[in-house]
C-alpha cells in the first residue's frame, strides 16, 4: 500500500526551507570571523615589529649571545625555605632541567634572587650512602661537588658530603682535597622515596658567572657530570632575565596579550602580560541544546604547530625559529584542554646586521571567539524560535485546511448515497480561497447532477408517457381487430394500429434528431455566409407554410459572421415552430438581430402566455405543452438550439417581454469564433 503524505507533513516539510536562514546566518559568521582573524593578525605583526624595533633601539640586549647550553636562573618570586623539600619549587617542578646520564639519573632548578642563588638538586638513588669517617675522602659515599664561577671568571668548587640527612656543610676544595666548610653555602640534604634532595643557597657574586655539578654515587663509583661545555670547560653560563628588558616589556605590554623576548638561542630574557581566558560555552546561563549545537558548529582549526607553554625557559618553535632565522612569522595554535586560539607572531632583533634575538606577541583570540558565540547563540535562538512558531503556525494553518477539506468531503460523501443518488446539498464556504472555489465547484457540480438525475427522471416519465399512448393504441387496435370478424372493421382496427405505429416513429425520430445533432456538431465545417440573407429566407419559407401567421423581420440588412449556415437555420425552426404554436391568433411574430461587440444575437418575439420563473427551458426533455396534444413534443427543440449556440461560442436566453403579454427566445454567436 503506497504510504499517504498528509498536507500536514508536507507543509512541515516546506518549513525546513527556514534552515536556511541560520544556515546562511553562520555562513557570514564565519566570513566575519575570517576577516575578524586576518585584522587581528595584521595588527599583532605590525605591534610586534615595532616592539623589535623599540628593543633594538634600547640598547639593553646582552652584550654577547648566550650559548645554547646553559642553566636558567629563574627570577625568585616567593621565599625558599632551606629544609631539603621541593614544596616550594612545585610551580618550577615543570620546568626542571634534566641532567641525568646512563648511570644517574638527576634533575637541576636554579633560582635567581636578589643576592643569593637558590639550588634544587633531585638524585635518584635507591641506596643513599653517607660519609661515617675521621677524615671526608672523595669516594666512599654520595657526594656532590659544585663548581662556581663569578663574575670576574674565578672558578671555586665545593664539596657536599653529608654524614645524615638535615643541614649540610660545604667545603672548599683545594685541589683534590676538601677544604675548611664554607658558610657562605647553606642548605639541606633529604632523603625521598627513590634518591636523595638537595637544596642550596650561596651569593650571587660567587655563582653569577656559570655553574657546573659533579655527582659520585657510592658504592658502586657511578658518576654524573654536567655543566661542560664543548671545549670540556667548566661551568657553562647562566640565562638570567634582563630587569631592564624585563621594565621595558611591562611599559610596552600591548592590551590583553604576553610579550616575551628572547636572546639568540631562544632563552626568555623578559616575559610579561598573560593570555586572557576563553568564555566557556558550558556555562549554565546557556542552554545544553545550544552548547551541543555550538560545539557541533564551531570547529576551530589551528596550525599544525604544537602550543607555547607559558612557563618556559628557551622557546625552540614557530614562530620563534623563524625570527631567529631573521623571517617574521605568524602561527596559530591552541591551548591544549582549551578552547582558546593563541595567535602567536615574531620578528628577530637585528643590531649590526647580527640577530640578537626576539619579539615574542601572543593574543588569544578570546574576543573574536566571544563575538562568534554570542552571535550564535542569538542566531541558534532566535532560529530556533523563529522555526518553532512558523511550525507551529504552518500546523495550525495546515490543520484548518485539512479541517475544511475534510468538512468538504464529509458534505460529498453525505450528499450522495451509495447508488449515485443526489440526497443532499453541499454549503459552499463564504471565504474567498481556492478551497472555498473549490467547494463552490463542488456545490455546483452536485447542483447540475441533481438537475441531470431530475431530466433522467423527467425524461423517463415523459418517454412512458409518450409511449404508453400509442403503445395503448396498438394493443388495444390489435386486440379489437382479433374480436371482430367483419372484414372491413378489422381494416379499421388496423388503420388505427398504424397511427400508433407512427406516433412511436416520430418520438424515436426526435430522439434521434438529438443524438445526431450531437454527433454532426463534431464534424461540421464552417464558412464566411450572410446572416441577414439567411434569416430572409427563413421567414419566406414560413410565411409559405403558415400564410395565416404574421412573420416580420426587424432591423438586418447584412451581417457577415462565420459559422455554419445550416444549423443556424435549424435553430430559427425551432424557435419559429414555438413561435407558431403559442403566438396569439392574429398577432405577428418578430424576428430580430442585434450586434454587441464581437456577439450577435438572434432573437423571436410572439405575443403569448409567458414563461414560468425558475425554469431552464434549454434543458433537455423540459416541455411546458399541455398533455394530450395529438403531436408528441418530448422538450428537445430548445435544448438544440441552446447546442448549436455554444457550438458557435454563444448562449441562449428566454424571457419575457416587459409588459408580459408575450415572450422572447434568443440565442447568440460570434462573428469569428
Same mark, same amino acid.
Given at each position: 500500500m503506497k504510504r499517504r503524505f498528509g498536507i500536514r507533513f508536507k507543509l512541515l516539510l516546506v518549513s525546513l526551507s527556514l534552515l536556511a536562514i541560520p544556515w546562511a546566518g553562520y555562513r557570514f559568521i564565519q566570513e566575519m570571523e575570517i576577516f575578524l582573524r586576518q585584522a587581528q593578525a595584521r595588527n599583532l605583526e605590525t605591534t610586534t615589529r615595532a616592539l623589535a624595533s623599540m628593543v633594538r633601539d634600547s640598547n639593553?640586549?646582552?652584550?654577547?649571545?648566550?650559548?645554547?647550553?646553559?642553566?636558567?636562573?629563574?627570577?625568585?618570586?616567593?621565599?625558599?625555605?632551606?629544609?631539603?623539600?621541593?614544596?616550594?619549587?612545585?610551580?618550577?617542578?615543570?620546568?626542571?632541567?634534566?641532567?641525568?646520564?646512563?648511570?644517574?639519573e638527576a634533575s637541576l632548578l636554579l633560582q635567581a634572587g636578589r643576592n643569593h642563588h637558590y639550588l634544587l638538586l633531585q638524585v635518584s638513588d635507591h641506596s643513599p650512602t653517607y660519609f661515617s669517617g675521621p677524615v671526608i675522602h672523595k669516594s666512599g659515599s654520595d657526594q656532590v661537588e659544585i663548581h662556581l664561577v663569578d663574575g670576574n671568571s674565578l672558578g671555586r668548587h665545593w664539596l657536599i658530603a653529608p654524614r645524615s640527612p638535615g643541614n649540610i656543610r660545604a667545603r672548599r676544595l683545594d685541589g683534590k682535597n676538601p677544604g675548611p666548610v664554607d658558610g657562605r653555602l647553606t642548605g639541606a640534604w633529604q632523603e625521598t622515596s627513590d634518591g636523595y634532595n638537595l637544596e642550596l643557597r650561596y651569593p650571587?657574586?660567587?655563582?653569577?658567572?656559570?655553574?657546573?655539578?659533579?655527582?659520585?654515587?657510592?658504592?658502586?663509583?657511578?658518576?654524573?657530570?654536567?655543566? !661542560?661545555?664543548?671545549?670540556?670547560?667548566?661551568?657553562?653560563?647562566?640565562?638570567?632575565?634582563?630587569?631592564r628588558l624585563q621594565a621595558l616589556a611591562e611599559n610596552n605590554l600591548p592590551p590583553n596579550s604576553r610579550l616575551r623576548l628572547l636572546n639568540s638561542?631562544?632563552?626568555?630574557?623578559?616575559?610579561?602580560?598573560?593570555?586572557? !581566558?576563553?568564555?566557556?560555552?558550558?556555562?549554565?546561563?546557556?542552554?545544553?541544546?545550544?552548547?551541543?549545537?555550538?560545539?557541533?558548529?564551531?570547529?576551530?582549526?589551528?596550525d599544525d604547530h604544537g602550543a607555547i607553554p607559558d612557563q618556559a625557559t628557551q622557546i625552540t618553535m614557530e614562530p620563534a625559529i623563524s625570527a631567529l632565522s631573521g623571517q617574521p612569522a605568524t602561527r596559530r595554535y591552541q591551548i591544549p584542554g582549551r578552547e582558546t586560539l593563541v595567535l602567536a607572531t615574531a620578528a628577530p632583533v637585528i643590531l649590526d646586521g647580527q640577530i640578537r634575538g626576539a619579539v615574542l606577541l601572543e593574543q588569544t583570540t578570546d574576543r573574536i571567539l566571544s563575538l562568534q558565540n554570542q552571535a550564535m547563540q542569538r542566531l541558534l535562538l532566535i532560529s530556533l524560535a523563529l522555526f518553532a512558531v512558523?511550525?507551529?503556525?504552518?500546523?495550525?494553518?495546515?490543520?484548518?485546511?485539512?479541517?475544511?477539506?475534510?468538512?468538504?468531503?464529509?458534505?460529498?460523501?453525505?450528499?450522495?448515497?451509495?447508488?449515485?443518488?443526489?440526497?443532499?446539498?453541499?454549503?459552499?464556504?463564504?471565504?474567498?480561497?481556492?478551497?472555498a472555489d473549490l467547494g463552490r465547484g463542488f456545490a455546483s457540480v452536485l447542483d447540475r447532477l441533481q438537475e441531470y438525475n431530475r431530466y433522467?427522471?423527467?425524461?423517463?416519465?415523459?418517454?412512458?408517457?409518450?409511449?404508453? !399512448?400509442?403503445?395503448?393504441?396498438?394493443?388495444?387496435?390489435?386486440?379489437?381487430?382479433?374480436d371482430v370478424a367483419d372484414a372491413q372493421q378489422k381494416q379499421a382496427y388496423l388503420q388505427r394500429a398504424l397511427k400508433g405505429v407512427d406516433r412511436l416513429e416520430l418520438i424515436l425520430r426526435q430522439l434521434q434528431e438529438a443524438t445526431r445533432l450531437e454527433k454532426a456538431l463534431e464534424q461540421v465545417e464552417l464558412r464566411h455566409f450572410d446572416l441577414c440573407e439567411l434569416l430572409k429566407t427563413s421567414v419566406e419559407n414560413y410565411r409559405n407554410i403558415h400564410p395565416g401567421v404574421s412573420f416580420l423581420l426587424s432591423g438586418c440588412t447584412s451581417l457577415e459572421v462565420h459559422g455554419s449556415p445550416e444549423l443556424i437555420y435549424q435553430a430559427l425552426e425551432k424557435l419559429l415552430d414555438n413561435a407558431v404554436d403559442f403566438h396569439q391568433p392574429g398577432t405577428p411574430i418578430i424576428l430580430s438581430t442585434r450586434e454587441s461587440g464581437t456577439t450577435i444575437q438572434i432573437c423571436v418575439d410572439n405575443q403569448g402566455p409567458s414563461l414560468p420563473d425558475d425554469m431552464d427551458l434549454f434543458q433537455s426533455m423540459i416541455s411546458i405543452r399541455e398533455k394530450g396534444q395529438n403531436r408528441p413534443h418530448l422538450g428537445l427543440g430548445l435544448y438544440l438550439v441552446r447546442l448549436i449556440a455554444d457550438f458557435h461560442g454563444g448562449d441562449s436566453l428566454a424571457e419575457n417581454l416587459p409588459d408580459r403579454k408575450g415572450v422572447r427566445f434568443c440565442f447568440s454567436l460570434l462573428r469569428q469564433p
Open positions: 639593553v640586549l646582552p652584550p654577547l649571545p648566550h650559548p645554547d647550553q646553559a642553566l636558567y636562573a629563574h627570577p625568585m618570586n616567593n621565599p625558599v625555605m632551606l629544609d631539603g623539600y621541593a614544596d616550594d619549587w612545585r610551580l618550577l617542578a615543570p620546568m626542571a632541567r634534566n641532567i641525568g646520564n646512563n648511570e644517574l650571587a657574586e660567587l655563582g653569577g658567572g656559570g655553574l657546573a655539578l659533579h655527582i659520585l654515587d657510592a658504592p658502586g663509583g657511578n658518576r654524573l657530570s654536567w655543566g !661542560t661545555d664543548k671545549n670540556n670547560a667548566e661551568a657553562l653560563p647562566l640565562v638570567q632575565p634582563s630587569p638561542h631562544g632563552w626568555v630574557l623578559a616575559s610579561a602580560g598573560s593570555l586572557e !581566558t576563553a568564555p566557556s560555552r558550558n556555562s549554565s546561563s546557556v542552554p545544553w541544546i545550544i552548547r551541543k549545537l555550538l560545539d557541533l558548529v564551531l570547529r576551530h582549526r589551528s512558523v511550525a507551529i503556525a504552518l500546523l495550525g494553518f495546515a490543520s484548518l485546511l485539512t479541517g475544511r477539506i475534510r468538512r468538504l468531503h464529509r458534505q460529498m460523501e453525505e450528499a450522495v448515497a451509495a447508488d449515485g443518488r443526489i440526497i443532499g446539498r453541499i454549503h459552499p464556504p463564504r471565504a474567498g480561497d481556492e478551497i433522467l427522471q423527467a425524461m423517463a416519465s415523459r418517454l412512458s408517457h409518450e409511449f404508453r !399512448t400509442p403503445l395503448a393504441i396498438i394493443r388495444s387496435s390489435l386486440e379489437n381487430s382479433a
